[in-house]
């Protein structure tokens, strides 16, 4: 599989896939969250486990308001983004895909690797 090794513990992702994510900084804004947020579908939810729930709080860090508006004669929902706000919360489970990806090997169903 493209980007990925198979060792004695598993199937996971290539040193060069764990390096760039496990070197990836904090997000400080709403480009660099989904930059990230890019990566990691190429990696498996085999390797990042619970990962949609830690994605979801991760882009709780964006704050956005959606308002009713007239547009072209029409009101139609208009949503705005109003700030980004790293918490605890986001940074920990920023912190846990991370340790995820460098972490985790998934059986590649070869009896000699189990």
């Not at 619970?50 to 956005?64: E, N, P, S, Y």
């Not at 009713?68 to 912190?95: H, P």
Request: proline share 4%.
């Amino acid at each position: 599989m493209l980007g990925f090794i198979k060792d004695e513990y598993g199937i996971g992702p290539s040193q060069d896939k764990q390096d760039v994510i496990g070197n990836y900084e904090t997000p400080e804004d709403e480009k660099d969250l989904d930059r990230f947020c890019a990566m990691l579908p190429y990696i498996g939810d085999a390797c990042t486990p619970g990962r949609a729930d830690l994605l979801q709080i991760m882009k709780k860090a964006v704050v956005r308001q959606t308002s009713m508006e007239l547009v072209d004669g029409k009101r139609k929902g208009v949503t705005k983004k109003l700030r980004f706000v790293w918490t605890k919360e986001c940074d920990d489970a920023f912190k846990q895909i991370k340790h995820s990806v460098l972490s985790n090997r998934v059986s590649g169903g070869d009896p000699d690797l189990q």
